[in-house]
């Protein structure tokens, strides 16, 4: 009888497999904390993002658009809550909402060129795809971060977003719009990897 033949179905079976080869490997998950593999994040709270949108306002009002766009993108939320993260997202959507359209492109040129300008890119495109995907819900389970909700804001500047009030069609259309214009600014400064950047950061706004 050959060596097969003397092999039965009960010899076959995955219950072979008596040694714990995962706990002998050092680079199996089993023996290290996969969490450290990801530093800490400092916890952003409602305060700290209230004090850094009214900074950015501030910085709008004044009429440094360019200013408030490097002032949002330098400190992004990246731990908080929903809640928080949603209020950095909305001052981010009416920063955008500000700057004309013939500003975003020489506008994203000095920043992508500048120190660690590659590095803000790519955080204005984690917003962009937030914006359009809806964002998320808010930790009390309150209304969602959405295209809908991406009206013009009283910035005193020029806004690329107008509508009748209560338009809300024309209104979620047109801040659609606005984040897919400045969707392809970027990807022609920037080029495509700022997406593949994007999509594989751990670290969601």
Not at 145 to 162: D, E, I, K, W, Y
């Amino acid at each position: 009888m050959s060596i097969i033949q003397q092999h039965t179905s009960a010899s076959l079976s995955d219950a072979w497999r008596t040694i714990n080869i995962d706990a002998l490997d050092p680079d199996s998950s089993q023996n290290f904390d996969t969490t450290t593999l990801h530093p800490p994040l400092p916890e952003v709270s409602d305060a700290d993002v209230r004090g850094l949108n009214g900074q950015v306002r501030q910085l709008l009002r004044g009429g440094d658009a360019e200013g408030a766009l490097r002032g949002c993108l330098e400190n992004p939320v990246y731990s908080g809550g929903e809640g928080v993260k949603d209020a950095h997202m909305q001052t981010v959507v009416e920063v955008l909402q500000s700057i004309k359209a013939s500003e975003m492109t020489p506008m994203l040129q000095r920043i992508h060129g500048s120190e660690g300008g590659s590095e803000l890119i790519d955080v204005l495109m984690k917003y962009l795809y937030k914006g359009m995907s809806g964002g998320a819900a808010n930790g009390a389970g309150g209304p969602r971060t959405s295209a809908r909700n991406l009206t013009p804001q009283p910035t005193g500047g020029f806004s690329q977003v107008g509508g009748r009030p209560g338009a809300t069609n024309e209104n979620t259309g047109a801040g659609m719009s606005v984040l897919l214009s400045w969707h392809e600014k970027v990807v022609d400064v920037a080029g495509m990897g700022s997406i593949a950047r994007c999509m594989t950061d751990w670290r969601k706004v």
